[in-house]
């Protein structure tokens, strides 16, 4: 599944080909992915000038010279195919811009989503409402988790996937980011120390910036807009290792939390 730092490669990959480019064309061969495209997409992207692409946690947001934005989701397996060479059986959205370049939103599963918001009123826009701020942001700080954690007994793990925590982490990162900082996954939120948070908001930084600078990491139906295939998986330090050894000397265990595998060190997360 694409993760945030996926999104974000994905968003400036296609960055490349539209910011500042008027929109041709835009064919649909679908009527839906999760839910139906808007009725009147076509007639506002056609025409239209992207003025900037961004995201907002797992959403990638493309703005218009029309006060509409773009927003899509690449849901299980949505991936852009840049200049593709020949159509593809799941092309399901297709952008050809003014200068020739064709874009293609290709999603095997249909579970992504394409929307079109108000751009000036994005941030109470219907799924971003109740978001928390972006990992990458000034809005996540250790203040800010230890009000949330405050009083709950919720494991911190499951707290850090609470989109309304903090927006767009996934199970990798949330696994990589508490080993970093030596918090055990399954210790209770209200009881993690501010020293422990102010550990922990680098390493959720860290994990993401490098897997964004690894060009995104790759899951299966992943592909970067360019085709390539990420590479970060294979420098995870916990997730997808159980049973291997630990840089400590011990084991990576593997349970189920809250129906998701999490993976950790004993010896090293406390
Ligand atoms: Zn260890």
Known sequence: MPELPEVETTVRGLARYLEGERIARVTLNRADLRRPFPPDLVQVMTGARVTAMGRRAKYGLIHTDRDQTMVFHL??????????????????????????????LNDARRFGSVDLAPTATLDSWGPFAALGPEPLGEGL??????????????????????????????????????????????????????????????????????????????????????????????????????????????????????????????????
């Open 75 to 104: 849901g299980m397996s949505g991936r852009w195919r840049i200049e593709p060479e020949k159509p593809e059986k799941h092309d399901h959205l297709v952008i050809e811009t003014g200068s020739g370049h064709i874009l293609a």
């Open 141 to 270: 700080t250790a203040a800010h988790l230890k009000t949330h954690f405050a009083g709950r007994i919720a494991p911190i793990k499951q707290m850090l996937l609470d989109q309304q925590v903090v927006a767009g982490l996934g199970n990798i990162y949330v696994c990589e980011a508490l080993f970093r900082s030596a918090i055990r996954p399954d210790k209770e939120a209200g009881r993690v120390t501010l020293p422990a948070l102010e550990k922990l908001v680098p390493a959720i930084r860290e994990v993401l910036s490098e897997s964004i600078a690894a060009g995104g990491s790759t899951i299966r139906d992943y592909a970067q807009p360019s085709g390539e295939l990420g590479y970060f998986a294979t420098s995870w330090q916990v997730y997808g290792r159980e049973g291997q050894p630990c840089l400590c000397g011990g084991t990576v265990r593997r349970f189920v939390q809250g129906g998701r595998s999490t993976f950790w060190c004993p010896k090293c997360q406390k």
